[in-house]
């Protein structure tokens, strides 16, 4: 929908895929767009004493502050900055609007600020962001006053100041990037919602190590597979952890196990004890049923079958019911 005004960023990206530097990228280009207007506080009808921020979280100091020089390099190599620049330092750069250089010149105190912090709650709940930037925001912690969820609740809500002052639309930016991990906390939580249409206003963008930056090493990428594909596709496919690769650890080992030729057992004169495994899924996920015995000290599989809602008798609903589950679990059984 290209009428649709986004105000969230979400990136899950494989790792060497450039995020640091996109992230610095986005932080520069977001002080350019500040500074290319005269009086930014006056367009967004600011008191001119206090400080406009774009702000970059990272999960530790070390990081940041290593975010914080990629940007000052950006910053310090490109002549159009340097008319604007107030403070230079180890923790932050500020910059004075041209509004600030007309009326008190080229010494007047600064009026925008580039900030990068490490994930810690109470340190965001100040300044006004117009961009706030989560960098590896999957690898935050998941509890206390550093945890994704302190972190992006302390510092988004000072984005809502910003907005167009002629269609009042907003303009305040949320941006998160990170490698995927688990199909858990706060950036599975945004990249789920938004992928689900369930989040006006926010993106979602997902891609593999390669296409971010194609100058890994293919050779590399292979041997990193081959060690541990499970583990590869996570961080260097950008796809999210699940149960399935998180136990079958190579597709070999699950493979060598498979007889194409043999056909469901729907029925036995065996008199040996059975065992049937049932994973529910009503929505996203299918139902699936598993029947087994022991022939001596093997496990034969007797009968395995997924149903999916869209599919079969369900292809007409996105959901599937227990009452026809029901039916069917029996019929197996």
Known sequence: DQSQLFTELVLAIGRRGSKSAMTAMMSTYEIYKLLSRHNPHEFYGMLDVGMISITAVATSAKQASGLYKVARGYVTKCKFFSPFVAADTEERMSFRTQADIDTFGAKAKPGIELLFRPAVGRGLRGPANIVCIFDEFAHFISEGQSSAEETYDAATPSTATFKSPKTFDPEGRIISISSPLNRTGKFFELWNSGMSGQADGRLCIQAPSWEFNPTISGKY??????????????????????????????????????????????????RRPHFMGIDIGLAKDGTAISVVHLDEDKIELDFAEVRYPGEGEWEDQDQLDFDGLAEWITSVA
């Open 221 to 270: 990428l292979q041997k990193t597979y081959k060690a541990d594909p499970a583990k590869f596709i996570c961080e260097f496919g950008a796809q999210f952890s699940d149960r399935y690769s998180g136990w079958i650890r190579r597709h070999e080992d699950l493979l060598q196990n498979i007889v194409p030729d043999l056909r469901p057992k729907k029925a036995t004169y065996i």
